[in-house]
């Protein structure tokens, strides 16, 4: 059962039982697994087999802990449910370690990032940082000819044009004057102008692309 794994690792963590027990019945209701305390291992879902090994991990307190993919496998609830956990015991002060590919994931949970391309470090530092690393907008006009899509991609060499959407990243939020100007010059009519929020994945796209143009 679960309760029985709990015993065996705290066991030969050397705790005693008793201190195996109370911490046992507070990890198992961190991560919201009291009530299978007793069910056999084999009828656990692969999330409440993850939960499980985080209460594992956690019997001797540690100040920090190293997480490989902890969802992967996960339905999204259990993803809530093991996210939700990261975050209460980072509240309790614990340092973690987070290795993950899902980067949504990431930047709900995490404070600072490193991001790794083919085994080598390209860029690290707080999430709040990374994901604001260039203004995005989306622009909507009426429809667009050929002749001011070519002007738009050679102003801004990164813009995104589909049908009458302009999506473009600028290293600047100023610069979307110039996009405006360039639409109003040749009297294309802008229907809307949103800010894009620029997401972790976003960076981390951006971030790889251009260490691959660098190469």
């Given amino acids: 059962t679960g309760l029985q794994m709990l015993l065996c690792f705290g066991g030969m963590a050397g705790l005693s039982r008793k201190e195996i027990f109370d911490k046992a019945d507070a990890l198992l209701e961190l991560v919201e697994m009291s009530q299978w305390r007793d069910t056999k291992i084999k009828k656990y879902s692969k999330g409440m087999m993850q939960r499980l090994g985080l209460a594992q991990a956690m019997l001797n307190d540690p100040d920090i802990v190293f997480l490989d993919e902890p969802t992967d496998g996960v339905d999204p609830i259990g993803r ?23 980067l949504a994931e990431v930047e709900s949970v995490c404070d600072r990032v490193a991001i790794l391309d083919r085994g080598h470090l390209i860029k690290t530092g707080p999430v709040h940082n990374l994901i604001s690393m260039k203004p995005s907008y989306q ?14 991609k050679i102003a801004f060499p990164d813009a995104v044009v589909e049908e009458n959407k302009i999506t473009v990243t600028l290293d600047d939020e100023y610069q979307i004057n110039g996009l405006i100007d360039l639409l109003r010059q040749n009297y294309i009519d802008i229907l809307s102008i949103v800010p894009h929020r620029v997401s972790l994945e976003d ?7 251009g260490g691959n143009n660098a190469e």
């Avoid at 809530?80 to 290795?99: D, M, S």
């Avoid at 622009?139 to 738009?152: A, P, Q, R, S």
């Avoid at 960076?203 to 692309?209: D, Y």
Wanted: proline share 0%.
């Fill in 80 to 102: 809530r449910q093991i996210r939700n956990i990261l975050v209460e015991l980072k509240k309790q002060g614990k340092t973690i370690f987070l290795n993950s590919h899902l």
């Fill in 139 to 152: 622009v909507e006009t009426v429809e667009l000819n050929g002749e001011i899509i070519e002007e738009i």
């Fill in 203 to 209: 960076s981390f796209m951006q971030l790889i692309r």
